[in-house]
């Protein structure tokens, strides 16, 4: 009986935080406080040396868009905060700021990992708001509860100023696109809110449109039954196609679909409706898509420029055991090697080959030139605009760059997270040993080849756009008041 009793004893003890010196010895999941319990600093520092370690083994051009001092400062002060016990959400802080020394926004932590921790007895109120004239002001919420175009004053008892701040803190940021920054940090928002209040019913004071002051209590689901999360777009639709004479709209929320062939088939029969009605206009709208495949990228490109024009891009691969070679199943291999077998020494996978068979550490450059085509040789040759905002990142902000260098029309809306001069990817994710966090780093940066200077600043927008709050109270999109001519 002793025994038993004993083994009961162990048991509980095994699914108990173990605290030391007032500070959590390590990091129960199902049961952790994410913005009040205490991690010991030995926990925080052990993770942080091992990022800090895969950064340097794992990134193509840690200093591209920095230098080494400002990388070697920020872990300093990193190392520095983390000598003292943390919550995982200022941890998280920390990290993500440590990583924006970078300015890589596929180098990054998502806060939206940690409404992982403690989910069975969390609940979760979807929430998006948008900062105007430095209000906040909501824009979707869980089943309207709230009036679109209200503007928030009160979320429970949170300190919205502060949640602000911290919003930007924890958004990415790429090359020196600080205004998408904010635009991202507007969407973390909500998501930082719920991962400080998980409780079921929330006491929300708003504006409404007729200038009242209202309180009211809503109740918000289980986590589990939000995973669909409103707050960005449905990925199973990546494509959304419309047409009238006046002008066609391709919207494309993203480029990492769920079957690359669908994704392509979407687009061919789009552009061979709008090629035969002829539009005044077409309208590519890739607000809020933060991209995906280059290749999906390139293949949007195809059927707005000839297939006899010459396209070429430089990949800088550093090889590791996070590239995408190493990703690479045994049956993949297979393949590469059998494709190189008939093209070796010729082509840019012949390069990459080389690349492979090269020693871990080794940084190369990749010379990848191609003509882009589609499958019927379709070509769209009259007016063209894109329409992006601070949410436009990665492939879409690489085609925003492609559509402003050949001059192919006019780019509308706001700044977008990515520059000119392309932007890193093929992140591989990590999960920290202790505190069991994932962050992503990226393996390849992707740069046109025409550009012999680095470009810092995001891309500009030849028209300027942005809601208004009498856009979002009468649910209006202003890009879509564009004239047609």
């Known amino acids: 009986m002793k025994n038993y009793r004993l083994i009961f004893f162990l048991l509980i003890l095994l699914k108990t935080p173990v605290y030391s010196q007032g500070c959590l010895s390590y990091v129960p999941r199902q049961n952790i406080d994410v913005t009040s319990d205490l991690i010991c600093p030995d926990l925080l520092l052990e993770d942080l040396q091992y990022l800090h370690e895969r950064l340097l083994s794992a990134h193509p051009n840690l200093f591209l868009y920095s230098s080494p001092q400002l990388f070697d400062a920020a872990y300093s002060e990193a190392v520095l905060l983390c000598s003292k016990p943390q919550t995982l959400y200022s941890f998280t802080i920390i990290i993500n700021q440590f990583l924006s020394s970078v300015k890589d926004s596929h180098t990054a932590i998502n806060c939206m990992e940690l409404l992982q921790f403690n989910r069975r007895q969390r609940y979760y109120f979807p929430l998006t708001l948008k900062t105007i004239a430095s209000k906040l002001y909501v824009t979707k919420n869980y089943k309207d ?20 701040a911290e919003s930007e803190l924890l958004s990415p940021i790429e090359a020196n696109a600080v205004s998408a920054q904010k635009e991202v940090a507007d969407v973390l928002l909500g998501r930082i809110l719920n991962i400080k209040s998980p409780i079921e019913s929330h006491l929300i004071t708003y504006v409404n449109a007729k200038n009242d002051t209202i309180q009211m209590q809503v109740k918000s689901p289980k986590y589990k039954r939000t995973n669909g999360d409103v707050e960005w777009p449905n990925v199973q639709k990546s494509i959304d196609f419309t047409i009238n004479n006046e002008r066609a709209i391709v919207s494309i929320s993203t480029f990492f ?24 206009v ?18 949007l490109s195809s059927f707005l420029t000839s297939q006899s024009n010459t396209y070429a891009t430089n990949y800088i691969y550093k090889r590791s055991p996070y590239d995408r070679f190493s990703e690479f199943s045994f049956f993949q291999k297979q393949m590469f090697k059998k494709i190189v077998k008939h093209q070796y020494p010729n082509g840019a996978i012949s390069k990459e080959y080389d690349f492979y068979n090269s020693p871990m550490g080794s940084i190369d450059t990749v010379l990848d030139q191609k003509h882009y085509k589609n499958k019927y040789g379709l070509l769209y040759e009259g007016p063209c605009n894109v329409l992006i905002n601070g949410l436009t990142m990665s492939a879409a902000s690489n085609f925003t760059s492609w559509f402003k260098q050949n001059n192919r029309g006019l780019v509308i809306g706001t700044p977008c997270m990515g520059s000119m001069t392309y932007t890193c990817g093929n992140p591989a994710s990590f999960i920290l040993r202790n505190t069991y966090l994932p962050v992503s780093i990226s393996t390849v940066k992707f740069t046109p080849q025409q550009f012999s200077t680095l470009e810092l600043e995001a891309i500009q927008p030849d028209v300027f756009i942005s809601t208004s709050v009498k856009d979002l109270q009468n649910k209006v999109d202003p890009f879509l008041k564009i004239k047609s001519e």
């Not at 509860?145 to 602000?164: H, M, R, S, T, Y």
């Not at 079957?259 to 002829?278: P, V």
């Not at 077409?282 to 293949?299: P, T, V, W």
Request: aromatic residues 10%; neutral net charge; proline residues 5%.
């Open 257 to 280: 679909p769920l079957f690359e062939h669908s994704f392509k088939r979407k687009l061919d029969r789009a552009f061979a409706e709008i090629i035969l009605q002829k539009p005044k």
């Open 145 to 164: 509860l709230l009036p679109v175009g209200a503007e928030l004053l009160e979320f429970d008892n949170i300190n919205l100023k502060q949640c602000v």
């Open 282 to 299: 077409l309208l590519i709208d890739l607000r809020s898509n933060s991209g995906g495949f280059i290749l999906l990228q390139e293949y």
